[in-house]
């Protein structure tokens, strides 16, 4: 019987490799890595100089052989709230007057935005409102009439001078008391009347002579509130005030004035220089006693 053929087996490893179908590696994704990129340093640039709005190079103002006002020299910058203080008889009204054209000095110069206060009064004075001290003022006009004819010699229209009259006499809380005759006003309503009549021509400086004097706190309140939104739009106000803790509060520079010359001027702080306003103005002016003597004030009389 013949036998079948024998046919060889393959290999187990042949046979495996037969059967097992190699998958191609995928390849890993690279994954770029970015370097940090060094961000630019923008330059500093300083903020530019304010415009100076008001200059008083030399001032002089002698009366007889008293020398009330001995070479003062300020500048002061637009969108300033600038104090001035000084003791009774300092020279400080005597400058606030010549500022304003109201006082001639005897040498030196004022000028508002470059425009001369002597030389070129029309020009100088039209930027300024002011509100001197102890205004005499037309009391027998009614407060009405008395803002109506500021504004109208401001150079207003009469529809203008009606609105500003409204809204002043809102901000001042003088709405109740416009028909009434200015002589009967209190001291304070005045007060605030003649700062309403500084400001009805949206001047850009204002010059105030003690302005709180004889006002009540609340309507002071209101009206620091008023003069600070003033400065923020870009007014300036030079303020002379005897209350330091007011005018600390309120300024942001200050010049104290003694024996008619500027001691210190400057940022609030720096002038300060760590110290209350009082105690820099003791420490500069002197003159402080001790109270001695005068014991009988302590015996009472019966």
């Not at 008293?66 to 009204?93: C, H, M, Q, R, W």
Request: charged share 25%.
């Amino acid at each position: 019987m013949d036998s079948e053929p024998v046919v060889p087996e393959a290999t187990s490893k042949s046979s495996a490799a037969a059967k097992t179908v190699r998958k191609p590696r995928t390849p890993r994704a690279t994954v770029a890595v970015r370097k940090p990129v060094a961000t630019p340093v923008a330059p500093v640039v300083e903020a530019a100089p304010r415009e100076v709005v008001l200059k008083l190079s030399g001032l002089v103002k002698r009366f007889d052989d008293k020398t009330a006002v001995a070479g003062i020299d300020l500048e002061i910058a637009t969108g300033s709230f600038f104090g001035i203080v000084g003791p009774n008889g300092a020279g400080k009204t005597t400058t606030l007057s010549m500022i304003t054209g109201l006082l001639r000095p005897d040498a030196g110069t004022v000028t508002v935005h470059g425009a001369d206060v002597w030389s070129d009064p029309v020009v100088a004075k039209r930027k300024m409102g002011v509100l001197p001290d102890r205004l005499r003022m037309f009391d027998r006009l009614t407060g009405a009439q008395l803002l109506y004819y500021s504004g109208i010699l401001r150079g207003l229209d009469k529809t203008t001078v009606r609105i500003r009259t409204a809204d002043l006499a809102s901000a001042f809380g003088l709405e109740d008391s416009l028909d009434r005759l200015v002589t009967d006003y209190s001291a304070g309503m005045t007060k605030k009347l003649a700062l309403a009549a500084a400001m009805i021509h949206s001047p850009r400086v204002l010059v105030l002579d003690e302005p709180f004097e004889s006002v009540d706190p609340v309507s002071a309140a209101n009206v620091i509130d008023i003069l600070r939104k003033y400065v923020a739009a870009g007014g300036t106000i030079i303020i002379s005030s005897h209350t330091m803790n007011l005018i600390e509060r309120v300024c942001d520079s200050v010049a104290v004035i003694v024996n008619g010359a500027v001691l210190a001027s400057g940022p609030m702080a720096e002038v300060c220089d760590g110290k209350t306003l009082e105690e820099k103005f003791v420490e500069l002016a002197g003159g402080r006693k001790a109270a001695e003597g005068m014991e009988w004030l302590h015996t009472f009389s019966d």
